[in-house]
């Protein structure tokens, strides 16, 4: 009988065992869960602030364009503001004459 007590004891003393690291793996699942649930929720949110700089960018990016194309537009003197008055009558009187062309 002694040999069966000492073989209960030793397998009470496993379950014990068995149990408090199933306790504790729990607890670190518990924790590991959190921590993802958390890191899911600051994913998301970068994922918007990206999103959100990418439409920054294009935004600025066309307006960069728009303020390059008005500076080389915009005559920097009365000679080059002449010449450009001039370049849009002859285009404009180009485009008349094509009209007219189209309408005969």
């Given at each position: 009988?002694d040999?069966y007590q000492?073989?209960?004891?030793?397998?009470?003393?496993?379950?014990?065992?068995l149990?408090?690291?199933?306790?504790?793996?729990?607890?670190?699942?518990?924790?590991?869960?959190?921590?993802?649930?958390?890191?899911?929720?600051?994913?998301k949110?970068?994922?918007?602030?990206l999103?959100?700089?990418?439409?920054?960018?294009?935004?600025?990016?066309?307006?960069?364009?728009?303020t390059?194309?008005?500076?080389?537009?915009?005559?920097?003197?009365?000679?080059?503001?002449?010449?450009?008055?001039?370049?849009?009558?002859?285009?404009?009187?180009?485009?008349?004459?094509?009209?007219?062309m189209?309408?005969?």
């Amino acid at each position: 009988m002694d040999d069966y007590q000492v073989k209960l004891n030793d397998i009470s003393r496993k379950v014990g065992i068995l149990v408090a690291r199933y306790n504790e793996l729990k607890h670190e699942h518990t924790v590991l869960e959190n921590k993802s649930k958390s890191l899911e929720e600051q994913n998301k949110s970068l994922k918007e602030q990206l999103q959100g700089n990418k439409i920054k960018t294009e935004s600025l990016a066309n307006e960069l364009k728009l303020t390059k194309l008005s500076k080389a537009i915009v005559p920097k003197s009365d000679e080059e503001r002449t010449e450009l008055k001039r370049k849009i009558n002859e285009f404009i009187k180009e485009i008349d004459r094509c009209v007219a062309m189209l309408n005969d």
